[in-house]
């Protein structure tokens, strides 16, 4: 069972302060990693996906990625209240069905970030 | 919501009633999958289409059962359901779920409550 395991929250940080959300995958073989968000209600939205080792900023987001330790982390800098939502940790796995091998999303459960004011 | 789009949004079943959840993704995308997600537990995986064609995902029950008349439709057909089915159900869809870095997106979700 090829599994993806998010930090366990939920995760309260005041407004501006740097949320950090991390999330471990076990299979090695992975080379795609999303993180998206969801607001409560609504349906996942990506907001951040990394292929290779190291940092990828994209405003107040930054992914990190780490093959070797099999670990992707989010910050988020200046965390404001329209922050606070579940993100989900996604990293593509693969599967066989019919002989072929395929990859998947394997979603984590998930860490619920409340920023307050 | 233009890009995927769900319907209805919610929905209220007896467990003897046979119902459809439709999907339709304005993105022009090869693949389509379904997903479902309960309280407390990750998003699951139900079932995968590319250009139309199914791939088995086999822990799915037979009483969900899944239709894909075009690479821009998937309709979830549901029978004889039973409350633990009650869940958000989400379609999404990708350019090609056979490339690395294939990124998925998602439509609103259907809400669906089995009494």
């Known amino acids: 069972q090829k599994e993806v395991e998010q930090n366990s929250g939920p995760l309260s940080v005041p407004e501006g302060a740097i949320a950090s959300l991390n999330c471990t995958y076990s299979?090695?073989?992975?080379?795609?990693f999303f993180w998206y968000r969801q607001y409560s209600g609504k349906s996942p939205e990506l907001i951040m996906s990394?292929?290779?080792?190291g940092d990828k900023e994209d405003g107040r987001f930054t992914a990190q990625l780490n093959k070797a330790s099999q670990y992707v982390s989010l910050l988020i800098r200046d965390s404001q209240p329209s922050d606070s939502a579940t993100y989900l940790c996604?990293?593509?796995?693969?599967?066989?069905?019919?002989?072929?091998?395929?990859?998947?999303?394997?979603f984590g459960q998930g860490t619920i970030l409340t920023v307050h004011p | 919501e233009t890009g995927v789009t769900q319907t209805p949004r919610h929905l209220v079943m007896g467990m003897t009633n046979k119902k459809s959840l439709k999907c339709e993704q304005h993105l022009g995308h090869n693949a389509m999958y379904w997903y479902k997600q309960s309280a407390k537990k990750p998003l699951e995986l139900m079932f995968v289409?590319?250009?139309?064609?199914?791939?088995e995902n086999n822990s799915v029950p037979s009483r969900f059962s899944p239709e894909c008349p075009n690479s821009s439709h998937l309709f979830l057909h549901l029978h004889t359901l039973q409350p633990e089915d009650s869940a958000l159900y989400l379609c999404?869809?990708?350019?090609?779920?056979?490339?690395?870095?294939?990124?998925?997106?998602f439509g609103p979700g259907t809400r669906l409550t089995v009494l």
């Open positions: 996604a990293v593509n796995t693969e599967f066989n069905a019919g002989g072929t091998s395929y990859g998947k999303l394997t």
């Open positions: 999404a869809s990708s350019q090609d779920f056979r490339q690395d870095g294939d990124t998925q997106y």
């Open positions: 299979d090695r073989g992975s080379q795609s």
């Open positions: 289409y590319s250009l139309e064609e199914r791939v």
């Open positions: 990394i292929y290779s080792n």
